[in-house]
């Protein structure tokens, strides 16, 4: 009996500043998925003028415009180090929200997403099609300046930015790369996760114990940064998140079965994280088995409308619409380890073991 094929990935984070990427190698990093601190929203200001004293001069002199360049002078370092760090062909996804202020006295928008998206071409690297999603608000009332007077109320922003860049052309891979074809994703997946709007993803509060650190945590849902991952990198690639917070972009690629790097200046929230990786295989035997019962479902509803998906699933018996998914194959984190003897990073190696599914279209077919 041949012996069940296993992955091993690891999982890197480092406690710095993500200013200086020293410790990796150059176009070593496949795909970055990040959510920095956003320019001008109130809860980061502390931390850009702990970086740049200027930030708080600007602010105190009611020069809103000069505290939003100054602020996006530091997440200009990082992306000067993301030039060099990122694999020709490799994709950077920045989730970021613009921000809405009152600076001496007048109201304006802060276009965070504008900003970062010409310092990346000044880079050289390509802009693609950016995806919005919806994040919930804290109440229903959309009363911004005059609520029901014109002309002098504002638009509630209820969206963020998940903008998208290429490192040059098409990334090349290993002739056969089996891993490649291995992370496919469903047909009907990439319907959904290819779409500019996400309307279904949610944002959610942490799950953070420490009171102080909930407030200084702004962390993206789940999902957003596993199908990241899911949609643009491959089985053995690597992901960054140089602005690590709880943690949400390395757990994201546990799951995925891709390695990842993380950089955090907040030693605390790393204390925090053996918590979470614990819940890991859980967390990825539930991902893997809602994909694979999503997709029954879906032949099931295509085989009612007379129209069955003509290839087969070579490792699941299923049929899939294109031969591309043929050897699409999930994986299960099955054991999480931390290496005790690291000292520049805190470590982490995970075995996988593929998916098995759980139920059939016949199963379904008899419900």
Request: contains cysteine.
């Amino acid at each position: 009996m041949d012996e069940e094929p296993t992955r091993q990935t690891s999982h890197r984070i480092h406690a710095g500043d993500a200013r200086d990427l020293d410790a990796l190698d150059d176009d070593s990093i496949d795909l970055v998925v990040t959510s920095p601190p956003y320019p001008m929203v109130e809860m980061w200001d502390d931390l850009f003028a702990e970086l740049v004293p200027d930030v708080d001069a600007y602010l105190d002199a009611g020069k809103g415009e000069a505290a939003f360049e100054a602020m996006h002078g530091v997440l200009d370092s990082v992306w000067d180090e993301l030039q060099r760090v990122v694999t020709p062909g490799g994709i950077v996804c920045i989730n970021v929200g613009d921000a809405t202020r009152t600076v001496d006295g007048q109201f304006r928008v802060y276009p965070n997403h504008s900003r970062i998206t010409t310092a990346f071409e000044r880079r050289g690297f390509d802009p693609m099609p950016d995806i919005l999603w919806h994040k919930p608000t804290n109440s229903a009332a959309k009363f911004m300046g005059s609520g029901m007077l014109p002309p002098n109320a504002y638009v509630t922003l209820e969206h963020e930015h998940i903008l998208v860049f290429r490192n040059g052309g098409r990334r090349e891979f290993e002739p056969g790369a089996d891993r490649r074809y291995e992370a496919a994703y469903f047909w009907e997946e990439r319907n959904r996760w290819f779409t500019d709007i996400w309307s279904e993803v949610r944002g959610r509060l942490q799950d953070l114990d420490d009171g102080d650190l909930r407030d200084r945590a702004a962390a993206y849902p789940f999902e957003i940064p596993y199908r990241l991952c899911s949609m643009f990198s491959a089985y053995g690639d690597t992901v960054l998140d140089p602005f690590w917070g709880t943690g949400t972009t390395t757990l994201a690629a546990m799951v995925a079965g891709r390695n990842s790097v993380g950089y955090e200046r907040d030693s605390a929230f790393l204390d925090h994280f053996a918590d979470r990786v614990a819940d890991v295989p859980d967390i990825s035997r539930d991902v893997a088995g809602e994909r694979l019962q999503a997709h029954l479902d879906f032949v099931a509803d295509r085989s009612d409308s007379g129209t069955q998906p003509d290839y087969e699933s070579e490792y699941y018996e299923f049929p899939v619409m294109t031969s591309q998914e043929e050897t699409l194959r999930l994986y299960v984190v099955d054991e999480v380890s931390r290496d005790s003897s690291a000292a520049a990073a805190t470590e982490y190696s995970l075995r996988h073991r593929p998916a098995e599914r759980t139920a059939t279209v016949d199963d379904l077919d008899s419900e």
